[in-house]
């Protein structure tokens, strides 16, 4: 976990020629909310959109224990190819080197689900507006990315994409704000909604499809030492063409959809129980199927607001 | 499960300590220690694996219990309901035939 040291710079101040070559030596320290990563790589074509995706974050400089160590290396091989190790071993074959970047950023969500049990993980997006949380627990295609790039640029702050790490005990979401990559026509999309999205390259034919990664709002990564207690959870769903509607719940049928949305809630056992139950008794939980991102994001803000009103 | 056949076994809820409950608003949600795994429960059930299946019932007696419980009849409709609900409650492993 993060080390008590206040890092002093950012990436972008360590500079683009200095991040290249600690990538090809001994690595860049990088904290990614609760996580200092050593990224390494010899993969060029990653050096500048790495760079600009990665330069509000913290640059851990020196030598330290960090939680995960990710380096992309280039194999021998006919064809170009990157191959992933985490903690010196690959977790899986070697991919198109074209798709590196997000080769990289899989390797990341693959080593944070292997080793955050700390916390209660949930598959959520998670965004933060006054002091509270919002939860989009969803499996892949469900549309959370897309909802959590559009909130993130309409006054949230960004949590996570990809998970929603909960400390037990507490209702708290942990902020872990990365790159949010983008699949298919949610690119477009977003381009229209927010054209001050910063987007990394366009990375095509992967097993998603197309992909491009959003930058974090650098004001979130730079508060991502700062929690937040649960106050909504949303099981968003898109559905083309689909009219919009957000309906609460029962609690308990929010329960169960959490419990199995959740990566280590059987293996917390009991405690994900507590924490599963602590959670939807203390938030809000609704259904929201959507189609137009401009809708949703304006009636979860209008959600927000009514509560803001409330207390 | 033979509802006839039923009708002759008593049931018992397994020890309190083997479960934990969670009430939420009208509904429970129970995590079985024993297997690691979690149910959602109605009231109805609630009421049987914490009120009356503390003691061995047949399950004509635990339907009467719990329709006195409920306020309603235990016709043969209720009392089918009880029995299908029993045959589940052992098969998730939350009550004991003896």
Known sequence: MSSAHAPTRTIGELGAADFTRL????????????????????????????????????????????????????????????????????????LPAGQALAVLEWGLNLAIALRSHSWLMLH????????RAMLFPAWPGAGKTTLCVGLAHRGWRLFSDEFGLIRRGTCEAVPLPRPMPLKNASIDV???????????????????GTIAHVKPPAASVRAAHVPARVRWIVFPQWLAGAPIELTEIARAEAFMTLATNAFNYEMLGEEAFAAVGDLVASARCFRLRYSNLEEAVTLLNELADSDDARH | MNTSSNAVYQWRARPADEVVWRA???????????????????????????????????????????ASRSGVAADAAFVATVTDTLAQLDHLGLIDRV
């Open chain 1, 190 to 208: 977003i381009r229209g909604f927010a054209p001050e999205a910063e987007l990394g390259p366009t990375i095509p034919n992967t097993r998603k």
């Open chain 1, 23 to 94: 990538l090809r030596s001994d690595g860049v320290g990088v904290r990614l909310g609760p996580f200092d990563v050593r990224l390494k790589s010899d993969v060029a074509a990653i050096d500048a959109p790495l760079f600009r995706l990665y330069r509000d974050y913290s640059w851990l400089e020196g030598e330290r224990v960090f939680n995960i160590h990710l380096a992309l290396t280039r194999p021998l091989s006919l064809r170009p190819r990157v191959r992933l190790l985490i903690d010196g071993r690959a977790p899986h074959a070697d």
């Open chain 1, 124 to 131: 959520s997006a998670a965004v933060e507006r006054g002091g």
């Open chain 2, 24 to 66: 939420l608003d009208e509904d429970y949600v129970l995590y079985h220690r024993p297997s690691g795994k979690t149910h959602f429960l109605n009231a109805a059930s609630r009421s049987l694996l914490s009120d009356i299946l503390t003691t061995p019932q047949t399950a004509a007696a635990a339907a009467d219990a719990l």
